[in-house]
């Protein structure tokens, strides 16, 4: 099985940056998969934020495009969250997934998670 380690998560003030890192234990095997970013906020769903396929491709919610990069190492078998000009309306529960196959938008269709990541963005 995959285990994902989250960590980088804290509270800045707004305008601020964190990157947020999602460690994978264990190599799936799997030519192709997708790592993704999701966060829910209180009263609200869990909501995709950025996805990267095994091609590179990028896809990120229209709330955080142009402020938040999604990238990987794989010699560190590493998923970063990098996050700028951080706002109140970021604050979150940050979480890395995992899935084999291609990107999907819905949490229901991801089968690895991490543990989850505090994001805190004061005024």
């Known amino acids: 099985q995959v285990h994902l380690m989250e960590s980088g998560g804290g509270s800045v003030q707004a305008g601020g940056s964190l990157r947020l890192s999602c460690q994978v234990s264990e190599y799936t095997g799997a030519n192709y998969y997708c790592g993704a970013w999701f966060r829910q906020a209180p009263g609200k769903e869990r909501e995709a934020v950025a996805s990267l396929d095994s091609d590179g491709s990028a896809t990120y919610a229209e709330s955080v495009k142009g402020r938040f990069t999604i990238s990987q190492d794989n010699a560190k078998n590493t998923l970063y969250l990098q996050m700028n000009s951080l706002k109140p309306e970021d604050t979150a529960m940050y979480y890395c997934?995992?899935?084999?196959?291609?990107?999907?938008?819905?949490?229901?269709?991801?089968?690895?998670w991490g543990q989850g990541s505090q994001v805190t963005v004061s005024s």
């Open positions: 997934a995992a899935r084999g196959g291609s990107c999907y938008t819905s949490a229901s269709r991801y089968n690895y």
